[in-house]
């Protein structure tokens, strides 16, 4: 008499066993949750289905995914991302283990997008009394910090100003110059008074660097030294700012760029802008 075979939950905790040498267990949980869920769908749908030789794309994972997507409450695109991938390296490790598993059962295609998320703006007492510490500080990077508040500018688009970033672009307009950046373009970003008063005081500043910085730096804004010093300096200056102002929450320069996107009304310049852009700011 022939031994009964084992069952689908039998292979799949067989298999995920036999990963301990190599996995953590926090991954070993994982696959066990997934593999869970994805049994606990099939026996209810599908109970006639009892080896992985059963399996098929169409109705089997394809139903699969139309239930996680009908869960209530919801899941997020990160999690139904985590499910399918580890359900489809558990398949594939069966193949692989000569279990005959149907190939493409979970493309690439099946994956949700990646949710984004995008940090949030500072609350408005921490934006309020990091300003105030930035202006108490007032040297060159505090500055510069202050032009990204008001601009919202990324860092890195910070560190490449020219000297001579500030453009009149019309009678009382004028606009930030903010070079090739994440999004291989050029810009211009309409400023007011404050900002114009915040450059010129940086440019005051700026001779008072080391005159290795300077050396080193010449046609830019800001001092650099070596390919990341500038940011880490801007960084640090940030991070002891929002402590000694007694912010509630973290603090980092994409937090005050975003600041300046949600509360910063743009303001409009009317002039042609490089490339045909003209703005307060563009995509994160």
């Known amino acids: 008499m022939n031994p009964p075979k084992a069952s689908l939950d039998q292979i799949f905790e067989s298999h995920i066993r036999s990963l301990a040498v190599t996995h953590q267990p926090g991954t070993l949980r994982a696959y066990r949750g997934a593999a869970r ?6 026996h209810h749908a599908f109970p006639q289905l009892r080896r992985p030789a059963q399996l098929r794309r169409d109705p089997h994972l394809l139903g699969w995914f139309r239930c996680l997507c009908e869960q209530d409450p919801p899941l997020c695109n990160h999690t139904r991302r985590q499910q399918l991938i580890l359900i489809r390296r558990l398949l594939e490790d069966l193949a692989a283990h000569g279990h005959p598993v149907q190939p493409g059962l979970i493309r690439s295609e099946d994956l949700p997008p990646r949710d984004r998320w995008l940090p949030k703006p500072l609350p408005l007492e921490d934006d309020q009394r990091l300003q105030q510490e930035l202006r108490r500080t007032d040297n060159l990077l505090s500055n510069l910090l202050l032009l990204t508040r008001f601009t919202g500018i990324r860092i890195g688009e910070c560190i490449r100003l020219p000297l001579d970033c500030l453009r009149q672009v019309g009678p009382d307009q004028w606009a930030l110059h903010v070079p090739l950046g994440k999004l291989h373009t050029e810009r211009l970003v309409p400023v007011d008074a404050e900002v114009r ?46 402590t000694r102002a ?39």
């Open 197 to 242: 008063g915040i450059i010129q005081r940086i440019l005051a500043l700026r001779p008072l660097a080391r005159p290795e910085l300077l050396a080193r730096s010449e046609g830019f804004l800001l001092p650099r030294g070596g390919p990341w010093g500038a940011y880490h300096r801007l960084f640090e200056t940030l991070t002891n700012a929002a």
């Open 37 to 42: 869920r994805f049994l606990r769908y099939l």
């Open 246 to 284: 007694g912010c509630s929450a973290p603090v980092t320069p994409h937090r005050l760029r975003h600041y300046a996107a949600s509360r910063t009304m743009p303001r409009v310049v009317a002039s042609t802008a490089i490339d045909g852009h003209l703005n307060c700011g563009d995509a994160a």
